[in-house]
């Protein structure tokens, strides 16, 4: 029984096309989380909501767009997709917002953009 | 700006020897620290932590110690075994996690 799921697992589209990255998580956590990794491997934090809230907005453009219809899910998507969006996105969640038993992270959605 | 560095991409060790992986920080306002440990196709797991009142948490075959004023931390993983292969991120929480750039640890049957 997954505690984070993303879907999909893989995604390849061309570029200027929307789309969007599901992610649910059965933990009852209160926070939520999009990470992206990038060519370099770097895991770099974009967006964190709480109890549908957002609460962190990194520098991300504004292309992209989270949406939190309830605390369980928090769902990415992206507009005009560009060829540097291409990474592995992941999602997490955590039991508050001071993460200190660490985060739960899904198996991450590969984002092919040609 | 890499707030956490993880400055050694990979490292070999033999099966049953220590593997210890390096993690450096610059923010000294983090007190908090996490390794994660990942492997191809999955999403980081979380390994150990430790808070910063701390210089050393152990679970298991891992320990993690702390030395706060050179701002570095190291896992020690003793005995080192072949399914430990995996990319290992060391990460620092201020109001988020931030992660370093990782470490890809390949054990030795």
């Known amino acids: 029984d997954t505690a984070v799921s993303q879907t999909p697992k893989y995604l390849v589209t061309q570029m200027g096309n929307d789309k969007s990255i599901k992610c649910e998580q059965n933990l009852g956590h209160d926070t939520m989380y999009w990470y992206k990794q990038d060519s370099k491997k770097f895991l770099k934090i974009m967006f964190s909501?709480?109890?549908?809230?957002?609460?962190i907005n990194e520098t991300v453009p504004n292309r992209f767009s989270p949406k939190s219809p309830d605390k369980a899910h928090l769902n990415l998507h992206i507009n005009s997709l560009e060829l540097g969006d291409s990474a592995v996105y992941f999602c997490?969640?955590?039991?508050?917002?001071?993460?200190?038993?660490?985060?739960?992270f899904g198996s991450g959605t590969r984002l092919t953009v040609v | 700006d890499q707030q956490v560095k993880q400055n050694s991409p990979s490292l070999s060790v033999q099966e049953g020897r220590i593997s210890i992986l390096n993690c450096d920080y610059t923010?000294?306002?983090?007190?908090?620290f996490l390794w994660y440990k990942k492997y191809p196709a999955e999403g980081p797991t979380f390994l150990i932590s430790i808070s910063s009142i701390k210089d050393k948490n152990e679970d298991g075959r891992f320990t993690v110690f702390l030395n706060k004023s050179a701002k570095h931390l190291s896992l020690h993983i003793v005995p080192s075994q072949p399914g430990d292969s995996a990319v290992y991120f060391c990460a620092a929480m201020d109001d988020k996690v931030i992660f370093g750039p990782g470490t890809s640890l390949s054990v030795i049957p």
């Open positions: 923010n000294s306002m983090f007190d908090y």
């Open positions: 997490a969640s955590s039991d508050g917002t001071r993460a200190n038993y660490g985060y739960t």
């Open positions: 909501y709480n109890n549908k809230e957002l609460i």
